[in-house]
Each structure stands twice: as C-alpha cells, then as structure tokens.
C-alpha cells in the first residue's frame, strides 16, 4: 500500500494507495504511514521527501469512515476507541517532525483527513486542478489530528472558519491566494516541479538546515499541543453520537 | 435601538441603529449589544446570526465622544471611569464568544470601535463600498477592547501597523485583499449573500460546530487577554489628557 | 559609516553605507547602528526614522563573513565568539524597540542579516527592482539574530521555509504579495515615499502611539526570545564546521 | 439554597447549602452560584467576598452526581449534555473574574468539585480539621471545570498528579504546606479570622487592587483556556461511558 | 550614591545608598543604578555581584514619591510621565538580564519598589531581622515594574496576592518558606555567606553558565513582557488620581 | 542492562544497572531506555511502571562521558554529533510521554543526566539516604535534555539556579522540602512504598487516568519545547571546547 523510492540517497519519494480512487485512509494505511515516517527520520543522509496519494487520481478523501477496524471497535469501551482515534494526530505528528524538507504532492481531491496530513508536511504543491474540501462537520465530525492550528498558522483564523465551519470548497487557485498551498503546476509538470524543489534542499548542509526547520516548526507550532490534546475526545463524542442514530 | 428578526429557528439577524448616520456606539448602545449577546448565547437552536448597524448608512463610525454619559464622567475617579471603559472590551468578548456562526454585515464606514466590534465575529461580509478606518490615534487615543490582538491575527503585525498607527484608509478591495474582510458584495446582493452563508451554518449538526469554533477561537486568541487586558488604562490616560486640554 | 540627518525635529533619517556596493555588516558597523538606535530612543521628540543602507547601489548584503574581528575571533574560546555573534541580536532587538515609526528603505539587494534587520523596524518600503534573499543555509548557517520568529510572523511558516530553507529569491513583487515588504515604488519616488509616511507619523499624538506600537510588538512578537535566544549557538556551532573546514 | 448577608457595604458573605451534610453541587445550585458571582460583580463598592459550604459540616462533596436534571439528561444527545456539563465551569470563571478579593471559607470536606470551585476563589481559609480529596478518577471521570491548571499554578504538577492521578486525601496541615490553602485556624475562629483578612481589604483604593488582581490572575491562568477549554469532552466521554455500564 | 567595589576580577559588590535610613530609589538613583548594571554586562570576566542597599539599615523602602522629580512632573503631560515610570521597569529588567550571578543582600527592611528590585536578581539573601512589605495598594499604587510575574515565578498566585493585595509583612522565616527568600543568616554572617555563594560561582566556567542562566530565565519570564508591559499605565493612573487629590 | 519484570498485567519494574556503582548513561543504555518506554506505551493494560537505577548502589551518576562511542565521536561533524546529543532529550520524553503514572525509585547519587530523567517522571521516591546534585556546569557543560523547564516546574526559577549554576548538593530531606522529590523512606521500605502507589494506580480506571495525566503534562510542559528545543546545540558547542582543550 505504501511505495518508497529512492531518487538518489538525499530524496525519497513515499506514495500511498488504496487501490482506490478514493485513497482513503484506513487505520492500516496510516499506521504504515506512521512506521515510514519513523524509519525514514533515522536516515541522517536524506534531504527531501515527497508524499503522494493516487497519484493518478485524488490525493485523499480523508478518513475512512467504513473501515472494518473502526467497525469492530463499536463494541469496544471509549478507553479503546480513544487509542485508535488518536493514531491520525500520530501520524501526522510523524510527518510533521522529520527533519529533512517535506513535500506533499496534490492531486485531484485533498479532502478532510488527507488534508490533515497534508498540512503537517513543510509544503505543498498541488496540480492546478486539485480541490480542497473539510467535510468533517457536515458528517457530524470536528477535524481533529491537531490540524486546526496547523491551518489557523497558515491561513489565520477567518479563513479556517471559512474552510471548516463553512465546508468552503477550494480550487488551487484559491487556495494558493489563501497560502493553504505553495505552488500550483498543470499535472503534467507536477512531480518534475516537486523534484525540483527537493534538489534545491539536497544541496543545503545539513546542520543548519534541521536546526532551521526545528526553529520555524517550534515557533508556527509552539501551542499547538496544548491547544488540540484533547480534539480526539471531541472526535469520540461525535462518533459515539453518530453510532447511536447512523450507522 | 436594537432589532433582532428570526428568519428561521437557527438563524437571526441584529441591527443597532442609533438613529443618525454616523452609528455611533453610545454606552447604552454597547449595554444592549451585550444584553443581546448575552441572551442569543443561550439559544441553543441557534446557529448563525448576523449583526449590522445603519444598513442604509453606514456600520458605525465607533464610539461615541460626545455621548452624554462620558461627559458626565469627568467629575468621577479614576475606578469608576474605568469600569465604564471596559463596556466596549465586554461587547467585544460577548460577541467573540458565541457558539454559533457570526457574521458582521459591513456598509458604508466602519470606524474605530465599529471595526473593534467587526473583528470580534467570526466572517466579515462588506459591500463594496465600504470603506475601514482607525482613527483612533489621530484623535489622541488608543485603539483598545482587545482589539490590537484580534487585527493582528487576520492582519499581522505590520499591516495591523499601517491601519492603526498611521490611520490608513482602506477600501475594501484592499480590506479583503489583506483578509481583513472576507467577502465584498455589490451592496443590493449585501444581505442575500449573508443569509446564504447563514443557511450553509444552520446544515451544519451543533456539537462539532461549537467544539470547532471554540478550538479555532482558543487557537488564535490565546494570547489576547494577557496582553490586552489593560488596554482600558492606555485609553483611561489618554483619555484624562484630553479632558485636562481639549474638552 | 553611519549618517543621521533629521529632516525636523520629529522626524530623521538614518544611513549606513560601507563604502562598498555589497553594503556588509561588520562587527564595528552592527555596534555603531545599536549605539544609534540607543541614542535615538531617548530623544521623545521623534515621530519617525527611517533606515537606509547604500541608496546608490543595496541595502546590505547582510553579515560580512570576512570581517577582521571575526577572522581574530578563530583562535578564541567559544564564550568569546559566542559574545560576538549576539551583537546582530542586540542590533535587531535595539531597532524593534524604539517608540515610534521606523521605515526601513530597500533599494537594490537585501540580504540574509540585511533582512534580518529589515524585519525588526515597523515597516519595509523598497524599489520595485528590488531583491531579498536568505543564502545562509546554502552557506552553512542558520539564520540567527531572532529573525525566524520575526519572519514567521509577517509571513508565516511555509512562506519561510521557502525564504530561508530553500533560499527562494524574492522581487518586490512576491515580497510585496507575501507580505515581506509593505510597499514599492519606482526608486526614483521612494525616499519621498517613506517620508510621507514618516510626515503622517509625525502628525500623531506620542502617548497613544507609543503606547499602541508597544501592544502590537508584544502581540506578534511574545513567544520569540524564548524560541531564538539559543540562535546564535546554532550559528556558533555552524562556524566552528566551517572554521574547521573551509577557512 | 444561597444567602447572602453584608456585613458592611464593602463586605459579603455568600454561602450555599443543600441541606443536607455531602452539600453537593447539583446544576441548580452552580446556577444560583452563577447569578450571585454576576450579581456581586456589579457592585462596585465591595471590597471582599466570602464563600461558604454548610458551615456545620463540610463546604462541599462536590457535583451531585444523583442530580435528578443529570438523569433527565440520559436521554438528550452529547451537544445537549455537554451544555450542561459547562456550567461548572462557567461557575468557576464567574468566581475566579471577580473584582474584589474572594476567601473560599472551608470546614469539613471539600471534595471534587468542591475544590474545583475553591481554588477558583483567590485564597482559601480552611478549619484545622478540613479535608481535600479529589475522587474524580476513582469514580471514573476526570476532574474538570478548568481545574487542572488551577490546581498546577498552586501546587505544581506533582502534587496535582498525586492529588488527582492517585486521589491522596490530604488534612489541613498538608493541604497548607503544599500552597493548597493559605491559612487554617480552629474551626471556632474560622469566620472570624476570614473576615479580619475581609477588613483588611476593605480599606483598600479600588483602583489599584482592581488592576493588581487582573494582573496577577492573568499571569497565572493565561494557557488555561487553552489547555483547558475541551476538560468537559472528556467528562462527557467518561459520562457516556458509565452511562451505559453502571446507571 | 552607588558604589562598586572588586574583590577579585570576577566578584564585584554594588551598593546603593541615600544617605538616609529609609535609602529610598529616587530617579537619579535608578538611572545609576541602569547605569551601573548596563558597564558590568559588558565585563566579561564577571562571575558574580552583590547588591545591597544601606547595610547599616535597610535594603530599601522602595521608590521615593517625594523626589523632586518627581514633584516637577505634575505639571508634565502624561507622554512625559511615563517615561519617567518606566524608569523603573528598566532598572529591574537590566538587572535581570546580567549574565553573570547576581544576589540581592538584604538586611532590614525591603519595601515596594525594592522588593521589586531584588527579584529582578537570580537569588536573596536576607537578615534573620529582615521585613518584607509592599505597601503598593494601601498608598494608592499598584506594584509596577514588571514585578507581578517575577513574584508569581516565586511564590505562586495566592501567596502573591497576600504580598500585594492584602500587604502582609513578612519575616525571614516566612519569606523563606515561601521561596521570596533563598537563605537568611545571622546579620554578622551575612556578606561572608553571599560571598561564599559568589566565590562558588566564581569557579564555573562562562559559557554553560551564561547559557544555563539565559535558559532558566526565559522559562520562567517567558510571558512577563506581554504580561506587564503596560503596568505603568496603571501606575500612571492611580499616579494621577493622588495628584488630584492628595499633594 | 535493563531489566523488565511484571508484578501484575497492570504493574512493572523497569531497572537499568551498567554493572557499576556509578551507573552511568550510555549511549547504548539510553537507547534501550526508550525503546522500552515505547514498547510499554504500546501496553494499554498497564497502570504504573517504577523505574530503578542500581538499586543497591546509585540511580545514576549520570551521562557517561566516558562512553566510548562518545570518543568514536570526536572526528565526527557537528551534524553527527548533534543526533547523538539530542538522544538524552529523546529518552526523557519518551518516558515523560507515557500514559501511566511514573514513579522513578531513586537510592544513593542520583546525579547530572539521571536526575535529568528522573525528572521526566511523575513522581520520584528517594531512600532517606539519597543525594541529587547537578555537576554539569562545573565539568563545563550545560544541563540539557529539556530539562531547565521540568526542574523550573518543580522547584521554582530559584531552587533552579540553586541547583543547576551553584551545583549545591541536596540530601532527601532538602529535596522533598524543595518539592523536587515527593516521597521518603528508609531504604528498606523504599521498593514496597513505590509498589504501594502503584497498586493504588492500577485500581484507576484507564481513560479518566489518561486523559487527565495528559492534561497536567500539557499545563506544566506547554513552554519546555519552543524553549529548550536548541539546548543540545549549547551542550554541542561546550563540548567542542572540551575536545579541544581537556580530553
């Protein structure tokens, strides 16, 4: 489900894929996430990793609300429940504190959980045809993962109302204007322009490029922690409410 | 001075309206717009309300200098003046701290303590029109009600700059091009466009709305209250210097 | 090197100049400009200053990695070094915290610890052929002197890990789109430009002004010496490499 | 159930009483306890407030987890319920915002909730043979209501965690030498001793106390909105929890 | 009035005196004492520095209200004022920021705005016969200076507001169980003891230490500046208010 | 080296022992260290771990200068060495990261980089006769691995000085009074009054448990990471001094 490439020593290139269009998130999916994060960071060789989903069709739709493992913990007690909603802020986490350049390359849908992700990497560059979507709240959920200050830090708090209150649909085009994005390519030059930007890292030294991004990362993120801990135990409570009446 | 309309059972709409174009917030008014918030807060079928001011005119030109409970003001001490001026930061917060969606409908001038209270609602909608100023420093005061921490957030710091310590003008064009104002309609599709908004908030189920407006609010507020809870003194000193030469 | 001329008694203008076209910033330069900023903030008759470096040809190609005092410094203990290379932290910290509006002017190049110093007054006002740039990581350093946070700050974090990991070169354009800089003009216009603003400054009342610059810096500015005090041992321990490897 | 007597117009006591010894806090009670703090709030010219349990036995066993509107709830869905489990918090930030000095009295138990409401008060006056147990956990909940960083600015975070984590019963002499309460006295001279620290205040200038307990409250409780603002989720959860295993 | 004296090239001694019992801060002595503080930082041979006040009396009794200066500045604006009231906030903050150990010796009384002072220092040490006061609230001021989170760093929230809201005079004893004090000694053997802890830092080398002490302090003052940048508003409210009617 | 026994599915002992009296932390050992905290947080039975040193001799004396990857060490970059320097830091949050209770055994020397660790935990029981010192300056390093802001949330910026600049030695008595340790007992009674806690621990229900530890965690911790997030780069540039002058 998860492809790893080597372009040269200093740039890999992780892609995940369901096998479907939708390229949902399954607790598997993202705990191979989890475990590539973790064995890429000991590599004190690499510069640049990119992060693709379907590279052919959508990014990511998010979380995936029919996974059978979340099925099977409806009968589990909200202690169990907890460990498993909190495995998303995990992973997210993982990407989010590597200590090369990270990259997440967009195409098509990026939508919910898979945009969660998506904002943990340092940037993101998208196809021009790509859409943006949070539809957690419409679905009864909120948008944990610790996402909501990632996106208060990137697009401030007016337009993280828009995105997540709202349910606001994106192109690329605005989502570049809102600086949810870095660059946008026609699909063709996409990967060839996320390269790009990876060669550019390979050739920085690595001292005081990991002490840079640590600097940034700490100063965009520094109540982050406090702030979203507990968005999983919101999470909990509007799943609980949403096994009574739906499923 | 104060109307509030139901359109539905989920969303209503607030105007104040003190009769003269200028709108100007008055102590009586800023008790009401209080009352008001107060009271709509425990709506909890609420789900989006709107707030606008002279809707033929303009949204306010802020607070009220010549207001006659002010003026009777300045034989009182010192505690007494400044419990008065903490009623605009406590409209602000009343405002800030609704659960439900909260939209400010902008035409014509928003001014000084108008724009305070414009920035303490989640979306700001504004004709085109409009236009947004802060002349509070030009006039011998300081732009308090914790507003210099809310404009920092959607506007940063140098920009926050440019609009409070050098009183510039803005249309909005540049209003929404600095994210200050999130929408601009032609004035005759104003409101319509407001309600739609509105009607997307009320689709929306309650509990992870409210859990997400609060996590966005903390995220981006956190810091406010410590560093602007003494705003009120700033404006209390101001203030005595004009008595003592201008009035 | 450094030249003051006050065009009133409110309002004055400040110009280092190497004598060079790159504009460096040397030991003795960095301690003449905090000596300036020092002298200049007991003078409360000030509205406004600008900053300007070499207007003929660039503001400063930042720090001058060939000054004779740094070569000395390499048979010395790192506690002595470490002194040193806090002077470009004191040097942005002396120009953060004057009381009233400073405008740094930027024509031609503006570079590494030359933005750094940009960064630390109110506003930046350039020529549009203007360029910025952060090559300190390509060279093998970190960017110190506190001016993560500061850029953190206007342009938020993915938008600087563009500028100073992957050292992307800005025009006045994209800083201007950014939010790096606050306004260009024409070169010709731009000195008459910035005292404009300068001229508008001077027309404000001090107490609230003062009092209101203060709340801003505060507010975009409260987490940064408790993230980036440690900057300069990052950069000591980057220069001990390079000492040994490449001088 | 709330009395409420002036002993001078500078000086107030407050008590609440079941009427039975556990004095447990059911939602009619924290609602009651809300409208006085509101009420006490606009009265400018007290000085000092006490707060106490049933005198005769213990200040109080905390939330009344019998509360016959708690059952009632069973039944409503989590957005209703977690409106109802705010209003302990709501009742200690009432408590806490208060203008004028406020001395939680205590004799006998202070249990759960019961220290959650006084250590939102600014000191603690307890009778020699008090008690301080927080069995929120042992019962299958978190304690909540904003009180883990209360109790954190007071008494650090080891003996919060022995306090709450583990539940050590603690007696006055304990309760005193780990900053808990402030004072304790025979129980004969407890109110006496309370009000001679309310005559003190009393004749203390409005202005500055007003401004110094701002000052002070705000330096201690900044990050707890933050850090606190999701506790009641986590109650609910645990709730919804024992609902389905033990009602 | 303030004099230094070596006893080695890396212990210094400072003393302060008026030449009156009472050893009261005027303006002029806290412009020495900036002074002062401002020529040892740059002494990088500095390990360790005592500051005492009138060792035959007291420590001090805190800012003097009948300076002259002060008396000249009622007719002064209040933009003048506060300039004059920062003057204290600078001399506690130059004082904190030394690099080096400084301890505050303390004999008699040390009252207000010389309490202030010495935990601007790193440790105290007191007289067994040593009075601690602030008497702020009771003459009409608050405690400025930025001395408010300093106290709660050392003595948490409520025993704060016993110090300054209640004014409770404490003993050594009680000073050193609250942590305001670090040790206390006999008043023969008090320099011989601060000399001691001075000679012990005397052998550590400068650059842990000078890191170590640099960190120590940013975690503790970490929201300080945001916190209390504005006291002397307060300050210069209250200041005002007694003008009016008591001089 | 390390030692995993369980007394019940809910209760472990983890020991390390070099085989020394001195117990010292190697590289290696620090790396067993947090592979087991990361396998035990995998464990959702388990309610409490003890963590013991050599238990008939010292807890630990601390970071093996010594070690002999450590020498291995010194032809390497600054990059290399900053990944081994930054393990310390690694290990103790993994500990402090655990979701339950804590509890460090501490007998003999608990020393430098072991009182690091033992810091990380909840609570720390000592025997009687235990010695905790801090010697890190004085062998010209500084104390890193976060912990200056976990010792700041014990003990106070005061006790901190005390104890990491001057290095003063404190027996079980001085540290329970300080709040550093939480606990005493003969040594005999040590293993059995830890194990006490732990039954008391594992009789908590998991999800209240958790959520509030992390809660504590996360009020006490907020600030440690943006503020010591670069300490291993201040240990790096101490110990390049040390390379060149003393080794």
Known sequence: MINISFQSKRVANVSFDSGKDSNLLSFAQMRSLIKVANDLKSNNELSAVTLTGNIKKNFSFGFDLRDKELKKLNNSNQSVKRDY???????????????????????????????????????????????????????????????????????????????????????????????????????????????????KASKMPRLPFVLTKESINNHSNILNKIGSYADQDGFALAYSELENNLY
């Open 85 to 199: 909603f909190l495995i998303g802020k995990e992973m997210c986490d993982a990407w989010e504190s590597l200590p090369f350049l990270t990259i997440c390359v967009i195409n098509g849908w990026c939508v919910g959980g898979g945009l969660a992700l998506a904002v943990s990497l340092d940037l993101r560059v998208a196809s021009s045809s790509s859409k943006f979507y949070v539809p957690e709240i419409e679905r009864g959920f909120n948008m944990s993962w610790g996402s909501i200050p990632r996106l208060n830090a990137l697009v401030g708090p007016a337009k993280t109302k828009r995105l997540v209150l709202l349910a606001e649909q994106l192109n690329s085009f605005t989502a570049h204007s809102w600086g949810l994005i870095d660059y946008y390519f026609d699909s063709n030059a996409l990967m060839e322009s996320a390269m790009e930007l990876c060669n």
